[in-house]
């Protein structure tokens, strides 16, 4: 079987796979990063979205192998227990979740959100981007507000934000 090698939240990994693996195959099942979600396995959910060369992806439509030689960040990369990334804070904070099933694709897409249109969101930019993740318990008023926040929350300089 082919080794695929890739960096995962800053780590190389290296494995032989299956050439039909799919990147969230790859994460969840070699890996054991168990935060990204699937869904629906037919690119319609957003549960199973990650960064892939600092674009999200949703790892679902990927295979590992086309992942190669690249830098895949998980919501497994993001912040850390007392010190929640920004949009991490931010679902929290606003009620963006329920469940929680949805919830690693959705701040994993805002912060993509974040990196292509900044730090000042409309709602509407909002709503629009987020057409690929769906959610089945929040109703999306709170999601909405939480990446609004937290896209202005990102803006703020790190030594702010770890001494909040
Ligand atoms: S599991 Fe990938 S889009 Fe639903
Ligand atoms: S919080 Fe349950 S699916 Fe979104």
Do not use: W
């Amino acid at each position: 079987m082919p080794i695929v090698t890739m960096t995962v939240n800053g780590r190389p990994v290296s494995a032989d796979v299956d050439p039909r693996t799919l990147l969230v195959q790859f994460l969840r099942e070699n890996l054991m990063l168990t935060g990204t979600h699937v869904g629906c396995d037919t690119s319609q959910c957003g549960a199973c979205t990650v960064h892939l060369d600092g674009h999200a992806v949703k790892a679902c439509t990927v295979l590992a192998l086309q992942a190669e030689g690249g830098a895949v960040v998980t919501i497994e990369g993001l912040g850390a227990p007392g010190l929640l990334h920004p949009m991490q804070e931010a679902f929290r904070e606003h009620h963006g979740l329920q469940c929680g099933f949805c919830t690693p694709g959705m701040i994993m897409a805002a912060i993509d959100i974040v990196n292509r249109h900044g730090n000042e969101l409309a709602e509407h930019t909002v709503r629009e981007e987020l057409e690929g993740n769906i959610c089945r318990c929040t109703g999306y008023h709170n999601i909405v507000r939480a990446i609004t926040e937290g896209a202005r929350a990102m803006a703020a300089p790190v030594l702010n934000r770890a001494a909040e």
